[in-house]
């Protein structure tokens, strides 16, 4: 995979876009810090700080510590050599070495190249490529993420769990995490047109490029998604009206289908029963639950009800397995801090005017949503 970053041109302190290569979309954001030092602050493509560069002050050849959070998970060094510019990473290993200009660097980890970065020229400002020679090199950096709360304490939506679920279950099935999803999902539920990266004139433009403005459609909103080339375990996947359905009937019929059996009891189980009791939201094995106090499906549907929702986007699928009842709501839009409560309200309603109209349907008393 490739990335690329470049020095803004106006700017007090240091100051880089890190840019998807191929798509042009910005990855992260890197933000010079007024420090006795260097110190730079490391922003995802949602504008939250997410690590840390920072120098030590009062040593004889510069030492770098690194931050995920608040957690320090290593240092970068420089040695003392002659001819070529050398770093030793106390991460995982890994040394940086340099050609005498300081224009190109490769990252080894003893054995094998991890990551080469070159500089490009005829750029007003300053701008190199970084060439990552194993996609799964980013699996390290999520390993050693740092816990936002303690194990258990607390519910938070995060695709950390997911992007971790996609590396081992490509482990677990020897095989890219799209082609599991193939052969073990879509196929079997006959959904023939879902799937990662699509392509084609019926496929809707989800995403905008920062540089030029134009719509970009089969291209998932989520950064780490696109720094992985569009596959990752929690998000990239992109479907219909259609297979939606057929997902959600699966699940409104306790995991069967036409064909007979797809998930068996305990799976269903394990998904729509809570698993988050006496914390701030309730959830089961990926899935939302249905809770008073916080209706994530509103206040009309019935204790049984569970579903998910894409938060970048605001999809969702809700069902009842007491009722046979399911709801799907596919949106091509992006959620963004100002309108994602607006978004969210917006959901509640068109699931809760869902279900009236099914009660309706079914003479069921009139409810008010």
């Known amino acids: 995979m490739k990335l690329y ?16 290569y191929d798509t042009g979309d910005v990855v992260y954001t890197v933000e010079g810090q007024l420090a006795w030092g260097h110190c730079l602050h490391i922003l995802d493509a949602g504008g939250r700080h997410i690590a840390t560069v920072k120098q030590r002050v009062l040593t004889f050849l510069p030492k770098f510590d690194l931050y995920l959070g608040d957690a320090c998970i290593g240092t970068i060094c420089k040695e003392f050599t002659i001819v070529r510019p050398l770093f030793t990473l106390n991460c995982n290993g890994w040394q940086v070495q340099g050609d005498f200009m300081g224009w190109e660097y490769e990252i080894t980890d003893g054995q094998r190249q991890v990551a080469a970065i070159s500089k490009e ?23 050693r993420h740092p816990l936002a709360s303690p194990v258990g304490g607390k519910v938070s939506d995060s695709g950390m769990g997911f992007l971790l679920l996609g590396f081992l279950l490509e482990k677990v099935f020897d095989m890219p995490l799209d082609e599991a999803a193939k052969r073990f999902v879509t196929a079997p539920l006959h959904m023939n047109h879902t799937g990662y990266l699509p392509s084609g004139s019926d496929v809707a433009p989800t995403s905008i490029r920062d540089d030029n403005g134009v719509l970009q459609p089969g291209c998932p909103l989520d950064g780490n998604a696109r720094f992985l080339h569009g596959v990752a375990g929690h998000s990239g996947l992109f479907t219909n009206l259609e297979d939606a359905t057929r997902f959600a009937s699966m699940l409104s019929l306790n995991g069967r289908t036409e064909d007979g059996v797809f998930l068996s009891q305990r799976a269903v189980h394990l998904v729509s029963t809570e698993r988050t009791r006496g914390m701030n939201a309730a959830r089961g094995y990926g899935f939302h639950i249905t809770k008073r106090q916080n209706p994530f499906l509103g206040m009309l549907w019935p204790s049984d009800g569970y579903g998910l929702r894409d938060p970048a986007s605001g999809s969702a699928i809700a069902v009842s397995p007491l009722d046979g009842f399911f709801t799907v709501v596919l949106m091509n839009g992006a959620y963004t801090p100002a309108n994602r409560a607006e978004g969210e309200r917006f959901l509640r309603l068109c699931l809760n005017a869902a279900y009236a109209a099914f009660q309706h349907e079914n003479g069921a008393a009139d409810c008010e949503a």
């Open 121 to 143: 020229l005829l750029h007003w400002t300053d701008t190199y490529v970084i060439d990552v020679a194993d996609p799964k090199d980013a699996l390290g950096a999520l390993l």
């Open 5 to 20: 970053f470049k020095q803004r041109f106006f700017s007090w302190f240091d100051s880089y876009d890190i840019y998807d």
